[in-house]
C-alpha cells in the first residue's frame, strides 16, 4: 500500500486491473479480439489518468492484484491494493482507507474514459450539499461513486453488480439521498462505441475539449466508422 502526503481534502481511486494478471474488458475481447480490448483498455486508461491529474486531488490506483502494484503502468501514481473478493468488497476497503485520511473520496474506474475535468470538479462540488454522489451509466450501473461520509460495509456487498438495476440498488443502499451527475457511458461492449463516441464528440465541442488520450480514442472509433 502506497499512501501519498498531500494538502488535497479530496482523494481519487482509479479501479484497475493489471494486463497480463487479469482478464481486460472480456465482453469488448468476445467480439474485438483480446488485442484490440487491451488496446481500448490502455487508452482509457490513460484517458481516465490524465484527467484525474488535472484537478486538485490526491490521486490513487486502485489495483485488483497485489503483484499488479509493481506493474510500471501503475508508476505514475500512488497504488492501493483492493483486497481480496468481490467488487464490493473491493470499493469498501478502497473508500474507508482512504476517508480515513481525506475528506471525501471518489471512487471512479476506467470505463468512461469521456469523463471530463468539468465532470470531477461537479462531484466534488455537489459533496458540500450532499454526502454522497452518484454518477449513473446509462447501462444502469454507475461511472463515479462520492462520499464524506463512512459507510457500512453490507451498503457495498448487498448491491448486484454488473446488472441493469445496480445503481438503483446502490442509490437505495445509501443511508442519505445522493446528488446525481448527469449520465454517462459504461463501456463493457461492442454495442456501447458508438454512444462513446457521440459522447465524445460532445465534449471534444465543448471549451475544456479533449486530452491526447480522449482524442486518440475517437479516432479509433473513426476509424471503425461507427455511426454519429
Same mark, same amino acid.
Given at each position: 500500500?502506497?499512501?501519498?502526503?498531500?494538502?488535497?481534502?479530496?482523494?481519487?481511486?482509479?479501479?484497475?486491473?493489471?494486463?497480463?494478471?487479469?482478464?481486460?474488458?472480456?465482453?469488448?475481447?468476445?467480439?474485438?479480439? %483480446?488485442?484490440?480490448?487491451?488496446?481500448?483498455?490502455?487508452?482509457?486508461?490513460?484517458?481516465?489518468?490524465?484527467?484525474?491529474?488535472? $484537478?486538485?486531488?490526491?490521486?490513487?490506483?486502485? $489495483?485488483?492484484?497485489?503483484?499488479?502494484?509493481?506493474?510500471?503502468?501503475?508508476?505514475?501514481?500512488?497504488?492501493?491494493?483492493?483486497?481480496?473478493?468481490?467488487?464490493?468488497?473491493?470499493?469498501?476497503?478502497?473508500?474507508?482507507?482512504?476517508?480515513?485520511?481525506?475528506?471525501? $473520496?471518489?471512487?471512479?474506474?476506467?470505463?468512461?474514459?469521456?469523463?471530463? $475535468?468539468?465532470?470531477?470538479?461537479?462531484?466534488?462540488?455537489?459533496?458540500?450539499?450532499?454526502?454522497?454522489?452518484?454518477?449513473?451509466?446509462?447501462?444502469?450501473?454507475?461511472?463515479?461513486?462520492?462520499? %464524506?461520509?463512512?459507510?457500512?460495509?453490507?451498503?457495498?456487498?448487498?448491491?448486484?453488480?454488473?446488472?441493469?438495476?445496480?445503481?438503483?440498488?446502490?442509490?437505495?443502499?445509501?443511508?442519505?439521498?445522493?446528488?446525481?451527475?448527469?449520465?454517462?457511458?459504461?463501456?463493457?461492449?461492442?454495442?456501447?462505441?458508438?454512444?462513446?463516441? %457521440?459522447?465524445?464528440?460532445?465534449?471534444?465541442?465543448?471549451?475544456?475539449?479533449?486530452?491526447?488520450?480522449?482524442?486518440?480514442?475517437?479516432?479509433?472509433?473513426?476509424?471503425?466508422?461507427?455511426?454519429?
Amino acid at each position: 500500500m502506497t499512501m501519498i502526503s498531500s494538502s488535497a481534502s479530496t482523494a481519487i481511486a482509479i479501479f484497475v486491473k493489471t494486463p497480463g494478471l487479469s482478464p481486460l474488458k472480456t465482453r469488448l475481447a468476445a467480439t474485438l479480439g %483480446r488485442h484490440t480490448a487491451e488496446t481500448i483498455y490502455r487508452l482509457c486508461v490513460s484517458a481516465v489518468e490524465q484527467t484525474v491529474k488535472s $484537478v486538485d486531488v490526491a490521486p490513487y490506483w486502485a $489495483v485488483a492484484e497485489q503483484k499488479g502494484l509493481s506493474d510500471p503502468l501503475w508508476q505514475g501514481l500512488a497504488s492501493l491494493y483492493t483486497g481480496p473478493g468481490g467488487l464490493g468488497q473491493c470499493q469498501h476497503h478502497i473508500y474507508q482507507t482512504l476517508l480515513q485520511r481525506y475528506q471525501q $473520496v471518489l471512487l471512479i474506474g476506467t470505463d468512461s474514459p469521456q469523463l471530463s $475535468v468539468n465532470r470531477l470538479r461537479e462531484a466534488i462540488e455537489a459533496l458540500q450539499s450532499h454526502p454522497f454522489v452518484v454518477g449513473p451509466a446509462l447501462d444502469g450501473g454507475y461511472y463515479l461513486f462520492a462520499g %464524506r461520509q463512512s459507510l457500512k460495509r453490507e451498503c457495498w456487498n448487498k448491491v448486484p453488480y454488473s446488472r441493469a438495476d445496480t445503481g438503483e440498488k446502490l442509490l437505495s443502499s445509501l443511508p442519505a439521498k445522493a446528488a446525481l451527475l448527469t449520465p454517462m457511458t459504461d463501456l463493457d461492449r461492442e454495442s456501447d462505441l458508438p454512444q462513446l463516441r %457521440r459522447e465524445l464528440v460532445a465534449l471534444q465541442k465543448q471549451g475544456e475539449g479533449l486530452s491526447w488520450p480522449q482524442q486518440q480514442i475517437l479516432n479509433w472509433l473513426d476509424n471503425q466508422q461507427y455511426p454519429s
